[in-house]
């Protein structure tokens, strides 16, 4: 059977990464989160101390780009592909408030970006790929046979993100969560490389009242008559 590339772009917690991974699994197609990697690459210079609440040192992130290696490994406990940053797992540290806090003003330096979207297009290069993120429809993988475009009201997906964070064990206000929301929408919106827009051929879905079947199902109709 023919396989494709599916794109699926989007604001900040519109489930792109769940609805990815359900289609990956249906379809025996690899999954790549690449808001993860933007995470890991965020995590790091937290670590180096080369971002905090008080100075980004850009130009030292930029030069230690070479010694930041970002990769997945596959877990079967839990049936998707898990991130790595210089061989450590990074999955629970990345989902942070504190990385979503700053993980937008890493994503909009162009030498961040250059790294990752290489790295993205040779792990899509044979397709049968499902691949998340802001860009991937427009500058990754702009032939991509189908692009989404995932939305949701602000509120509904702070929500989201707040009952995550909780679930996991984390103490956050929800009002912090939908402001992290909202600037993240507008600096990703707004950076001068490879902004998040809608694609021109991308389908827009809007999840804001849609239970998780009814937008797998949907969005499952869309891979069938693309195939
Ligand atoms: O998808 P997720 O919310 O985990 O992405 C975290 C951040 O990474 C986004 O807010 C955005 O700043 C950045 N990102 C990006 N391009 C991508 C994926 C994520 O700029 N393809």
Redesign the pocket.
Known sequence: MTKITIAI?GF??TG??TVAKQLAKHLGYVYV???????AVTFYAMQKKLISTKAFDVASLIKQLPNIRVHFVFNEDVGFAEVYLNDLNVETEIRSLDV?SF??KV??ISEV?QKLVEQ?QKLGAEKGVVM?????GTV?FPDAELKLFMTASAETRAKRRYDELLERGDRVAYEAVLKNVQE?DY??SNRED?P?MKADDAIEIDNSNMSLKEQFDKILHLVNITL
């Open positions: 772009d900040s917690s792109k990464s989160d690449t808001g993860a990697m933007y995470r979503s993980v937008s994503a909009a970006r993205q998340d993120g802001r860009d991937i990754v993240r600096i990703d490879s998040l």
